[in-house]
């Protein structure tokens, strides 16, 4: 029996029994390609038109708030909450806003992994330096101590923005020092609380912590570092004592000396 | 003659080979792609994370697979075998109901020893190519997670005794989550509530189980130790919560008419 119709070529037996001429799967085929072409789009459209992205943020709720709805999965939580908040650091480098909702991000992420030391140092810096709130950085380090009380590289960067960005080297000093006696401290932030110390003028300060660092490092380079510093500091401390013994000398001659770059590393 | 032993390990070989039929370890292989998904495409947006989040991810998949399973898989187990009516072949042997919940739970147990390994392996096996900093917490990590997942399984077979599969999964996905806050609400009844509003949440916290003492997976993460007494503690309260909800699932099943 005849259709009186030529099937096309690769049609199938369904589509020669149903008389059509074309392929079954050709009608499946240019659906899934206009309906997928379409949805492709609309959804570039709407990428385009970021409606409510902003008042996401304003609305992103408590970090509190965060831990209870997240079933036990904080961290992975703070993790997504993290790249949010480095895309919109990489959109303020980008100039399209003021990083206003950006405190708020990173508490989220620090009240839900309160131990993600990544994000206080990250945050810290950015709060000083970009957004010029230096005791806004401080205040999310000192959050982050109390956390992680055991982290020498916290208190280390709080003296870092009071050292670089604040220009306190006493308070500097003391936050140094502090990191220096954390558990995990390396060689490197003892030698930092040393130098700190000696530009702030306290020396007898300074000589204990290269002293510590000799006696702990196996580093070959960070012991003649350390053992080239006392032997500067050292001529200086005797000094004084010679001064104070004799009873000639006025206080603050060393200071005055180490203040003048004599002992600098 | 073959006692109860016997007869709960003949009823949890045969769930572990329905589940395999089920395909449910083709999971282990989404995992897989979730980890190598997470370190590879998420690399650039870490920012000097990237081995807390792969760890991160890692160890959550872990656990949400898991009960995923327990689930789909758990909640709807007993009813599936008295729709099929495959249950009354089995009950005409003398198996007691008792010894047949206790093997549909062993079963979904086995199955999810099993998947937990394969994950676990996949996990270190990811971990030797990004910077995840490896350290023996990570087998107790995987040790709370099969814990959790126990107790977890051990509630889903519980409600299944006598709520439809949907209901049931429901209510395992809301005890899931509420097991993780009950010591929040136990602490906001104390802080804000009177006194009724104190016992209640008092109640829930001990009633409901507590699956926040399984979660060690931040600490591991950070380097933080776990300490063995804690494990030990974690296991006992974990085989004590799993023993009741299968007391009271045996003692529910034997009074239920099988139609």
């Known amino acids: 029996m005849s259709h009186g119709r030529t099937l096309c070529a690769g049609a199938t037996p369904g589509a020669a029994r149903l008389g059509r001429p074309w392929p079954d799967w050709l009608p499946t085929a240019l659906a899934v390609v206009a309906l997928g072409g379409a949805a492709v789009g609309l959804l570039g459209r709407l990428e385009a038109r970021p409606v409510g992205r902003e008042a996401d943020r304003l609305w992103l709720p408590s970090g509190l708030f965060l831990r209870e709805s997240t079933a036990g999965f904080r961290e992975v939580a703070a993790d997504a909450l993290w790249f949010q908040a480095v895309q919109y650091y990489g959109e303020y480098r980008h100039g399209r806003h003021d990083l206003a909702y950006f405190r708020g991000m990173m508490r989220g992420v620090t009240t839900l992994d309160p131990r993600f030391l990544e994000a206080y140092r990250f945050g810290a810096l950015v709060l000083a330096t970009d957004m010029r709130d230096v005791e806004g950085g401080i205040d999310l380090l000192r959050r982050g101590i109390l956390a992680n009380p055991d982290r020498a590289i916290l208190p280390f960067e709080v003296g870092f923005l009071q050292w670089v960005v604040q220009r306190d080297y006493a308070r500097a000093a003391v936050w140094f020092d502090a990191a220096s006696r954390a558990p995990d401290a390396s060689d490197f932030t003892r030698r930092f609380a040393a130098f700190a110390h000696k530009r702030a003028g306290q020396l007898e300060v300074s000589y204990v912590l290269w002293r510590n660092l000799l006696d702990t490092t196996s580093d070959p380079n960070m012991r003649d570092l350390a053992e080239r510093m006392m032997a500067k500091i050292e001529p200086v401390l005797r000094a004084r004592a010679a001064a104070d013994a004799d009873g000639a000398a006025g206080p603050g001659d060393g200071a005055d000396q180490a203040r003048s770059g004599e002992a600098r590393p | ?259």
Request: net charge positive; hydrophobic share 60%; aromatic share 8%.
């Open chain 2, 1 to 259: 003659m073959t006692g109860a032993g016997d007869h709960v390990a003949a009823v949890a070989l045969n769930t572990f080979r329905e589940t395999v039929r089920d395909r449910i370890f083709y999971l282990v292989g989404v995992f897989g792609l979730v980890l190598i998904g997470s370190s590879a495409i998420l690399s650039p947006l870490t920012v000097g994370a990237q081995g807390k989040v792969v760890a991160d991810v890692g160890l959550a998949s872990l656990s949400l697979f898991g009960l995923l399973v327990v689930v789909f898989v758990g909640s709807g187990m007993l009813h599936k075998e008295i729709d099929k009516r495959t249950i009354t072949t089995i009950l005409a042997k003398p198996v007691s109901r008792r010894a047949y919940v206790a093997g549909k739970f062993g079963g979904l147990i086995l199955t999810l020893a099993c998947m937990l390994a394969a994950m676990g392996a996949l996990f270190l096996l990811v971990t030797l190519w990004t910077p995840v900093p490896l350290n023996p917490g990570y087998a107790a990590a995987f040790g709370f997670a099969f814990l959790e997942l126990a107790v977890v399984t051990a509630v889903a077979v519980l409600l299944s005794t006598f709520v439809s599969p949907v209901l049931a999964a429901v209510l395992t996905l809301a005890l899931f989550v509420v097991g993780h806050v009950s010591s929040d609400l136990k602490a906001f009844g104390a802080l804000v509530g009177g006194p009724a509003l104190r016992l209640a949440t008092s109640v829930l916290f001990y009633v409901l189980p507590n699956l926040e003492v399984f979660n060690v997976r931040g600490a591991v993460v950070h380097g933080d130790p776990v300490s063995g007494a804690h494990l030990a503690l974690a296991a006992l309260y974990a085989t004590c919560y799993v023993a009741l909800c299968l007391v009271l699932a045996g003692a529910i099943f034997t009074r239920r008419e099988l139609k």
